[in-house]
């Protein structure tokens, strides 16, 4: 893991332990070339990220609320990091998300 992608992580693990909303952690992600750069192209997360990359505001500033799939995903990213033992264990989900397939704590999301 490069030192720029663990910095993203770490500031998107401080965003799930902040409680921030789920759309505002979704265009994050959209917008972070760090997690874009990285993302396993044939995962779940980036289907998800795809699908929402059609509705998401090209420019300018305005309130955008994420398609279910990616939203299913947050949500269950942050249901998986608020279980974590651990920091280390929060930045594995974090890294699981962008780097594996279909990581298990996203088993029971089914992408339309």
Do not use: C
Not at 18 to 37: C, K, N, Y
Not at 65 to 93: F, G, H
């Amino acid at each position: 893991m490069t030192r720029s992608l663990e910095a993203t992580l770490k500031d998107f693990l401080t965003f799930f332990m902040e409680g921030q909303p789920t759309d505002f952690i979704a265009s994050e992600l959209l917008v972070s070339s760090e997690i874009i750069g990285h993302m396993n192209p044939s995962s779940k997360f980036a289907k998800a990220i795809h699908a929402a990359e059609v509705s998401f505001p090209k420019q300018g500033f305005s309130w955008w609320e994420p398609p279910s799939d990616l939203r299913a995903i947050v949500d269950a990213v942050r249901y998986e990091v608020s279980r974590s033992r651990s920091t280390e264990e929060a930045m594995q989900t974090l890294y699981d998300l962008i780097s594996e397939d279909s990581p298990a704590f996203l088993s029971h999301v089914r992408l339309h």
